[in-house]
């Protein structure tokens, strides 16, 4: 029995959810908490619910929409992403490995299938970490790298709390976060960078994931007038920020693996012509090898001290730190065989984007399948997936979720 997914209503939903959470510009921003967010929040709930899935929300607001059929026994295989986005995003980051996921079980339901355990599709709460950081926070605390007290007392770059902005969506769920362990974790997700493009690839057999470490610094100098301060007497805060940002970049550029994103900036008080007093930015380091990501903090940290000799006064806060992972190689062999099977080109790869799955892959046996990303790009409305690769990847999670829930 050849079971197929039906790619129209996946693509239907994803067009459906990707309106759910447009802003008044008319861009995709639907962080953790909000509004937007719970729009999204509630379509998706409406799915399974039409699915016959039985909702279960933990108490991080994690959506588990179960399929428990006759007889199936033991822990879930369970399917998931998230569908929370960052600013003005693409629509299929996240919510294609949900709404494939939702698009399995109906799939075996339609085609009889009998599994002998039962399925789940999760969305995870938080996987952007842009209101609320670390990233990955839903999965993390199902996880138990976090404690849910902890993630739920998170303060959030606009000064709200995660716990409360749930509660406000009504996505305050009972659950206990990890109720569920999964016998195995899939996630599938649009590759988000250039490879299976380039090589002319339908699909990307995710084998690992690299190592993350995100810090907020902020460097303090003295305010004084544009005008009337020599260069020699200043201490620009906003010149210090801008050495760091060059310094990482040229590092990035010149350490095996690297890649480095000073992503946010603010200069105090902002005024045209007053010397920074104060910079306020965020770090983003990345490397697949833990020695060398870990040589890239040591390096800021150097320039960091420098600045301080230089009479700058600088602090750091870490936001988020997660090392490489290598995920299960009997899951990965099952997706490379569904692959081959479905006859799709593909390639093992690692993962340059974070992804819940380096938080599950702590409490299962997990790994992750990518579709081609037209130029590479997202997080970035142009973030665009052809049809025909979004159905091939979704009949490839079909095919490995079914063989594991045998
Ligand atoms: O930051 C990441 O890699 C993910 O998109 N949260
Ligand atoms: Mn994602
Ligand atoms: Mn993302």
């Not at 759910?20 to 861009?27: F, K, L, N």
């Not at 959030?156 to 716990?163: I, K, M, V, W």
């Not at 992972?325 to 593909?346: K, M, S, T, Y």
Request: aromatic share 4%; with cysteine.
């Amino acid at each position: 029995m050849t079971l197929a997914i039906d790619g129209a209503r996946l693509v239907y939903r994803l067009e459906a959810l990707g309106e759910a959470g447009r802003d008044d510009a008319g861009r995709l921003t639907r962080l953790a908490g909000s509004d937007a967010d719970k729009a999204g929040r509630d379509l998706l709930c409406d799915w399974m619910s039409a699915a016959g899935l039985r909702i279960e929300i933990d108490r991080i607001g994690n959506i588990h929409g179960l399929w428990v059929p006759e007889g199936a026994q033991g822990d879930p295989v369970v399917m998931g992403s998230h569908i929370d986005t960052v600013i003005d995003a693409g629509v299929y980051d996240g919510c294609l490995g949900v709404l494939a996921g939702l698009a399995v079980i109906e799939a075996l339901q339609a085609g009889g299938a009998g599994p002998a355990r039962p399925l789940a599709v999760v969305a995870y709460t938080n996987e952007e970490g842009v209101r609320y950081a670390p990233d990955m926070m839903g999965s993390l605390v199902a996880a138990g790298g976090m404690t849910a007290e902890e993630a739920l007392a998170t303060v959030g770059t606009d000064g709200t709390t995660l716990g409360e902005e749930l509660a406000r969506i009504g996505y305050a769920g009972d659950r206990e976060p990890g109720f569920i362990t999964p016998h195995a974790y899939v996630e599938l997700h649009v590759e988000q960078g250039p490879v299976l493009e380039a090589e002319g690839l339908g699909l990307g057999v995710v084998e690992s994931l690299q190592g993350i470490s995100w810090q907020r610094v902020t460097i303090g100098g003295t305010a004084n007038h544009a005008g009337t301060t020599p260069m020699a007497l200043r201490r620009d805060a906003g010149v210090a920020a801008a050495r760091v940002m060059c310094f990482l970049d040229r590092m990035a550029r010149e350490m095996e693996g690297a890649v480095a994103t000073v992503g946010t900036i603010e200069l105090v008080p902002g005024a045209i012509n007053v010397i920074p007093a104060a910079a306020r930015f965020t770090v983003d380091l990345r490397n697949p090898d833990e020695a060398r990501l870990t040589a890239q903090e040591a390096a800021l940290g150097g320039l960091l001290d420098e600045l301080r000799s230089e009479g700058f006064e600088v602090a750091t806060e870490r936001l988020a730190r997660f090392e490489p992972v290598l995920f299960d190689p009997e899951i990965v062999a099952r997706i490379e065989a569904a692959a081959q099977g479905r006859q799709l080109a593909h390639r093992r790869m690692t993962s340059g984007a974070g992804h819940d799955a380096q938080m599950i892959a702590r409490v299962a046996p997990s790994a992750m399948i990518f579709v081609p990303s037209r130029g590479g790009i997202s997080h970035n409305p142009a973030e665009f997936t052809a049809e025909a690769d979004l159905v091939a990847g979704a009949n490839v999670l079909l095919d490995v979720a079914w063989s594991l829930s045998r």
